[in-house]
T-cell receptor, first 111, second 111 residues
Framework: GQQLNQSPQSMFIQEGEDVSMNCTSS?????WLWYKQDPGEGPVLLIA?????ELTSNGRLTAQFGITRKDSFLNISASIPSDVGIYFC???????????FGAGTRLTVKP | KAGVTQTPRYLIKTRGQQVTLSCSPI?????VSWYQQTPGQGLQFLFE???????NKGNFPGRFSGRQFSNSRSEMNVSTLELGDSALYLC??????????FGPGTRLLVL
């Protein structure tokens, strides 16, 4: 089962609002990743983080790799309707493709 | 570059049957990992293949097996299907130890 605690489980926001979600783990990971999954599709990589403390942006998305290497957050600014979906965090060790996933955050954006 | 492809996209089987799912990785990727996604357990790692060898294995029964061919394409087999095997099966490809990219998945329904 999952070893990552992802919160919140779901969010209902208005279009234009900012969103923040986070993931914590009892284990250290070398890489943190954030994926988005639309219904019936596979997860799509949004942001990958490789160093503790790293802050990375991808358009309206910003993610950070926690200093302790046990947590990460994802922010979405100025949300739009197409941001709707389930967002997953994932932790990975170097040279090990056994990724561990959070349970996901289901995001609903009201126009 | 073409993404990860999985076939078939949808499959209906009955209990006791077996099933084989196929995954073609992104060109140049030699590592293929398989995951099972269910509403109750979320995304769980099944196994990873690299250069035709299984490198890592998750906590699944022996009914779940896989293999990889010399062209890096991979197949996953589930024998003696159970109702609880109904899930979205995702394949992800990567260069060794690098970020994984997912395919669209095969949705398996066991009746």
């Amino acid at each position: 089962g999952q070893q990552l605690n992802q919160s919140p489980q779901s969010m209902f926001i208005q279009e234009g609002e900012d969103v923040s979600m986070n993931c914590t783990s009892s284990s250290i990971f070398n890489t943190w990743l954030w994926y988005k999954q639309d219904p019936g599709e596979g997860p799509v990589l949004l942001i990958a983080l490789y160093k503790a403390g790293e802050l990375t942006s991808n358009g309206r998305l910003t993610a950070q790799f926690g200093i302790t290497r046990k947590d990460s957050f994802l922010n979405i600014s100025a949300s739009i309707p197409s941001d709707v979906g389930i967002y997953f965090c994932a932790g990975q060790l170097w040279n090990n493709n056994d990724m561990r996933f959070g349970a996901g955050t289901r995001l609903t954006v009201k126009p | 570059k073409a993404g990860v492809t999985q076939t078939p996209r949808y499959l209906i089987k009955t209990r006791g049957q077996q099933v084989t799912l196929s995954c073609s990785p992104i060109s140049g990727h030699r590592s293929v990992s398989w995951y099972q996604q269910t509403p109750g357990q979320g995304l769980q790692f099944l196994f990873e293949y690299f250069s035709e060898t299984q490198r890592n294995k998750g906590n699944f029964p022996g009914r779940f097996s896989g293999r990889q061919f010399s062209n890096s394409r991979s197949e996953m087999n589930v024998s003696t299907l159970e109702l609880g095997d109904s899930a979205l099966y995702l394949c992800a490809s990567s260069s060794l130890g690098e970020t994984q990219y997912f395919g669209p998945g095969t949705r398996l329904l066991v009746l």
